[in-house]
């Protein structure tokens, strides 16, 4: 007996008569997918239709809350970028200034070394500000060669700090004689910026992190 179900000539003259039912339609794989999302769908209906209001509301409570906790968290992400976004004393020339000074103080604090590679205090001055680079990684700290920086600058000025905030110069440190000089210590030198607001004090948990 022949098959009713087989694609042959005979069988398709029986179907167009309806003399056979019409061969059942193959259901592909990105069909059977499509049909079991459907039918999640419909579960997921029936189950909010079966909730009461308490039930309803507590539903919707926690899309709320795990929308409010995501976007903590995106925040606090974003902050730690922020917060830790150089942490090293940056070499630049007197053509990089605008952008690496001026512009980059718009939106964080720049503290800019103006030094002399020769004398003993700018080295003092270059090591402490390297410690308080890896302390301070939301603020940029910048050398430049002093006399590159500004034409003819006197040497008897440098070390020579400029701190830039919004744009501008908020600070400026002409040697280091009043923080003791060659003896002047890391802490020395924080405490002056803390005083002065260049530097905003850190939790000893802050610096641990």
Known sequence: MQDPNEDTEWNDILRKHKIIPEKPKEITVNEIYDLMVEDKRQMEATK????????????????????????????????????????????????????????????????????????????????????????????????????????????????????????DVFHQLVGIANLGGMSMRVEDLENYLIRTKVLEKINDSDDES
């Open 48 to 167: 909010h239709e079966d909730m009461d209001l308490d039930e309803l509301e507590e539903m919707l409570m926690d899309d709320r809350v795990l929308e409010e906790y995501r976007n903590q968290r995106i925040k606090e992400l974003a902050d730690e970028t922020q917060r830790n976004q150089f942490g090293e004393i940056f070499e630049v020339n007197k053509l990089e200034y605008g952008k690496h000074v001026t512009e980059t103080s718009k939106s964080v604090t720049v503290i800019v070394h103006l030094y002399e590679p020769s004398k003993p205090e700018c080295k003092l001055t270059t090591r402490h500000l390297q410690t308080l680079a890896q302390r301070y990684k939301n603020v940029k700290f910048v050398n430049i060669v002093g006399d590159k920086c500004i034409e003819n600058y006197p040497s008897r000025n440098m070390p020579t700090i400029l701190v830039y905030k919004n744009g």
